[in-house]
């Protein structure tokens, strides 16, 4: 059974521009979650989608916004990028719901604003 | 390979050892609370999870031990062995939205040496 699958694995991007990261759900799991992950902070929760619905979100500027496809396949897009958005962003599928959260990160983009 | 655990507590261990890391929580409405291990370049990995009804639970090598009064929770490893090495860190989660909204830890580094 494959994993979660992020692409791209790296980027540069230029301060002021937008960047759209995809992930790609374990086959079956309808959940799919995005972190972010820095040195200064660690691992900071994003959103979450169910069936193509934003269920629950974490505390990020309204710059950070996802969505999730018919499919499961999601997406987050980060607009007017700053140099503090230099991290790793995680994307994490579950077939679980209220009654459990074991959740299946994928490796991750990295993204670096110069 | 890449890392977003700078400055992390370590703990170093020596391989055969019993490794103990500890982690505080601070959300009283936090019931259900997972471990996670990440290795350089890679996605956090499931280790183990308990529920706020239990104050024990036991898997492969690991126990996870959950005291609600203090708000700690602790990840024991037995044996610790060389590929044990990585960074490690708690979830507390909560209920919301019909799933759950996670806080992470920040993490301890574990090295254990041949």
């Known amino acids: 059974k494959a994993g979660v699958t992020q692409t791209p694995r790296y980027l540069i991007k230029t301060r002021g521009q937008q960047v759209t990261l995809s992930c790609s759900p374990i086959?079956?799991?309808?959940?799919v979650s995005w972190y972010q992950q820095t040195p200064g902070q660690g691992l900071q929760f994003l959103f979450e989608?169910?069936?193509?619905?934003?269920?629950n979100k974490g505390n990020f500027p309204g710059r950070f916004s996802g969505r999730q496809f018919s499919n499961s396949r999601s997406e987050m897009n980060v607009s007017t990028l700053e140099l503090g958005d230099s991290a790793l962003y995680l994307c994490?599928?579950?077939?679980?719901?209220?009654?459990?959260?074991?959740?299946?990160f994928g490796e991750g983009s990295w993204l670096t604003v110069v | 390979g890449e890392s977003v655990g700078l400055h992390l507590p370590t703990l170093s261990v020596q391989e055969g050892d019993n490794s103990i890391i500890n982690c505080a929580y601070s959300?009283?409405?936090?019931?259900?609370f997972i471990w996670y291990k990440q290795e350089s370049g890679k996605g956090p990995q499931f280790i183990i999870d308990?529920?706020?009804?239990?104050d024990k639970r036991q898997g492969q090598r690991v126990t996870v031990l959950l005291n609600k009064t203090v708000k700690h929770l602790s990840l024991q490893i037995a044996a610790t062995q060389p590929g044990d090495s990585a960074v490690y860190f708690c979830?507390?989660?909560?209920?919301?939205?019909?799933?759950?909204?996670?806080?992470f830890g920040r993490g301890t580094s574990l090295i254990v040496h041949p």
């Open positions: 308990i529920r706020s009804n239990m």
């Open positions: 994490a599928s579950s077939n679980q719901g209220a009654t459990g959260n074991t959740i299946y």
């Open positions: 959300n009283s409405a936090s019931d259900y």
């Open positions: 979830a507390e989660n909560y209920a919301s939205g019909g799933s759950y909204i996670p806080t």
């Open positions: 086959s079956g799991h309808r959940s």
């Open positions: 989608y169910f069936s193509e619905t934003q269920r």
